[in-house]
């Protein structure tokens, strides 16, 4: 399969550049490609420029909507791009930074970096993922590609992070299932938390008969079972620190030898861990051994909470009611009903979301939407309570930033403004439901979004070919 056609852009700096060797080069390379204006962009796209200046960032960040949309940034200039403009990009939202004047051979690398990102996206999109881990909030879909990249590209060890209830074992199953090696062995889930010290040898290397006093049978143990498959260790910050040097050994030598027996085995197998720990802090804190850490560590994966990915609880919340209705269309969700569970806090995060939703739907009776009453009396917030304060650690941290950055208050409520009307508009699906959400009207939105079209970053770049 080729590489899907790519729009290309111009942000013109102080010097012309000249793209058409440029176009020829990557058609070459087997990029196709076609021009685009801002208003025109959908999907993957290059951009190319020579000032890395703010104009470039703003396009980025809109052509890419944050990060969602896959966007490389090439660099024209002859001089080197300066480092802190190359974070900038990648914080708006490209997806790499490349000079084409430093490369030997630059359309290629355009074509090895396009190739790579298609197909990464095309399984984030499949059923596998989609149907599984459902969310498309760009935290989330970041994520997702990251876990799809390590698991079908690499054979790394992963370390998956994060708080409870945020999918730990459900991204340990994607690693595994993407997995490409033949004959791939089971997916073997040991739970860290649950060893009991004193017969922790026996669960992960297993033992001889009579090797204690209620071995009457030999056993095997984890390691043993997921020879040619994965070992997918579960909570392993809860470990005692004394029973971690020998899970080293087995990890960094795939060899072990079972309770009671001299004789050294061979386990070949993909590790995955999880924890809700820090375990670097734990590190510091000589609560897990370093040398450990890193060598479970090859790629790690940090999974957000659902307050970092907020966009993604009404889709969750649908999906959960899909589940306990599979034998009809699930029902659809009242207005009170999606602001209060926007509102709401969920501290075991999506599997506390999922439990909420079960309570729901017990209550819930006819073909109707899903409303207010059908809310458990004790979920409910009170009739006199005050607002939730939606401007959590991320918002100020932002406002701090372009404070900090010499940023005015006008821009600061301009930049605030449009992101939250491209996040209207993408969660909602239309115009006239944005513009409701909003509290303005569909023709305010309009004249707001047709002005940012005309006067943007970008607006005067390349013409379409």
């Known amino acids: 399969m080729g590489i ?32 685009a204006r801002l208003d025109d962009l959908a999907g993957t796209g290059i951009v190319f420029f020579d000032d890395p200046g703010t104009r470039l960032i703003e396009f980025v960040r809109t052509a890419s909507r944050g990060g969602v949309e896959r966007v490389l940034a090439v660099a024209m200039g002859e001089r ?24 030997a051979a630059p359309a290629a690398e355009v074509a090895a970096r396009l190739e ?4 990464v996206d095309a399984i984030v999109d499949a059923p596998v993922v989609r149907d599984n881990l459902i969310g498309r909030s760009r935290a989330w879909i970041a994520v997702l590609r990251h876990v799809v990249e390590v698991a079908r590209f690499t054979n790394a060890s992963v370390l998956v992070l994060g708080e409870t209830g945020t999918g730990k074992e459900l991204i340990a199953r994607l690693v595994h299932t993407l997995d490409q090696r033949p004959r791939k062995g089971e997916l073997v889930v040991m739970d860290c938390a649950a060893v009991v010290p004193q017969l922790a040898g026996s669960e992960f290397f297993g033992h001889e008969r009579g090797a204690f006093t209620d071995a009457v049978a030999a056993r095997e143990g984890c390691f043993a079972l997921a020879h040619g498959g994965t070992l ?28 009671g027996s001299n004789t050294w085995r061979k386990s070949e197998f993909r590790l995955v861990c ?12 000589n609560a897990f051994r370093s040398d450990l850490y890193y060598r479970i560590a090859s790629a790690v994966v940090r999974l957000p909470p659902l307050r970092e990915r907020s966009d993604d609880v009404i889709p969750l919340a649908q999906n959960f009611l899909a589940q306990l209705h599979p034998e009809r269309d699930a029902p659809e969700l009242d207005e009170p009903v999606r602001e209060y569970l926007l509102a709401r806090e969920y501290p075991g995060n ?14 819930h009776t006819g073909t109707g939407p899903i409303t207010a009453g059908d809310i458990p009396p004790e979920e409910r917030p009170l009739p006199d309570a005050e607002p939730i304060d939606w401007r959590d650690a991320a918002f100020e941290n932002a406002i701090r930033r ?55 970053p970008g607006a005067a770049g390349m013409p379409p070919a």
């Open 80 to 103: 080197a791009l300066p480092a802190r403009s190359t974070w900038a990009l990648l914080s708006a939202g490209a997806s790499d930074v490349i000079p084409w004047r430093h490369h």
């Open 350 to 363: 999506v599997r506390d979301l999922r439990q909420l939703m079960h309570r729901i739907a017990a209550r």
């Open 4 to 35: 899907a056609p790519a729009w290309t852009h111009v942000v013109p700096g102080d010097r012309p550049i000249e793209i058409a060797p440029v176009l020829g080069a990557l058609a070459r390379a087997g990029v196709p490609s076609f021009g």
């Open 116 to 119: 790579r990102w298609q197909a």
């Open 402 to 456: 372009a404070i900090v950055r010499g940023v005015c208050l006008k821009d600061i409520g301009q930049a605030a403004t449009d992101v939250a009307v491209e996040i209207a508009v993408h969660a909602e699906g239309s115009l006239a439901r944005a513009a409701q959400q909003l509290g303005v009207t569909d023709r305010a939105l309009q004249l707001r979004r047709a002005a940012k079209r005309r006067t943007g």
């Open 232 to 259: 997918f260790l579960d909570e392993i910050g809860e470990l005692p620190i004394g029973l971690q040097p020998e899970l080293l050994r087995a990890v960094q030598e795939r060899t072990y030898k079972r309770v």
């Open 274 to 285: 999880a924890s809700n720990r820090d375990l670097l802090q734990g590190v510091e804190q």
